[in-house]
């Protein structure tokens, strides 16, 4: 439950940074409009992030050299 919260923070903190960063206003309907394309932006760039690393992770050699 406390992993779930703390993701869940983490989404809003990038949410907030991201308004506070663009200067943005939610009142407004164009605002909404781009933090949307933004937020999921920058949401579609951490999951390939997270694939590109994960694979990089599968692929090294995890087992110790034998003697």
Not at 6 to 28: Q, R
Not at 35 to 46: D, E, H
């Amino acid at each position: 439950m406390k992993i779930l919260l703390v993701i869940v923070m983490f989404f809003l903190l990038v949410g907030f940074f991201i308004i506070s960063e663009n200067k943005m206003a939610l009142k407004d309907e164009e605002n909404r409009e781009e933090f949307k394309n933004l937020y999921f932006s920058w949401l579609n760039r951490t999951f390939e992030n997270f694939k590109t690393i994960t694979s990089y992770v599968v692929k090294l050699d995890w087992l110790p050299d034998s003697e």
